[in-house]
């Protein structure tokens, strides 16, 4: 697939998880866009891994981006959203 390929692909990928994870995220174009790219490597792995294959850092179909996608934005979302020590919230 060629980098223009993977690029649309993440950012529909990325897109379609902030549309199914409810919240505010504050992260523009190329934000949507990392967050797609990264979906799709850990859907490729994900993938790799229940289908019992060789544990490799590979892209995605669409689905898998998608997936992949939502768990790195509910990861996301946990770590900005920890509470700091003394109660603070940064």
């Known amino acids: 697939m060629s980098i ?11 897109a379609i ?3 199914l994870v409810p919240g505010r995220d504050p ?9 797609g790219l990264v979906g799709s490597l850990v859907g490729g792995f ?4 229940i289908a019992g294959e060789e544990l490799t850092l ?3 179909g669409l689905l898998g981006s998608i997936i992949g996608a939502v768990i790195v934005l509910l990861i996301y979302r946990w770590a900005v959203n920890r509470p700091q020590p003394h ?3 940064v």
């Open 87 to 89: 109660g603070r919230r």
């Open 58 to 60: 590979s892209a995605a």
């Open 46 to 49: 994900l993938g790799n891994l």
């Open 27 to 35: 992260m523009g174009l190329l934000g949507t866009l990392l967050l």
């Open 17 to 19: 998880a902030r549309f």
């Open 4 to 14: 223009i390929g993977w690029l649309v692909i993440g950012l529909i990928a990325g």
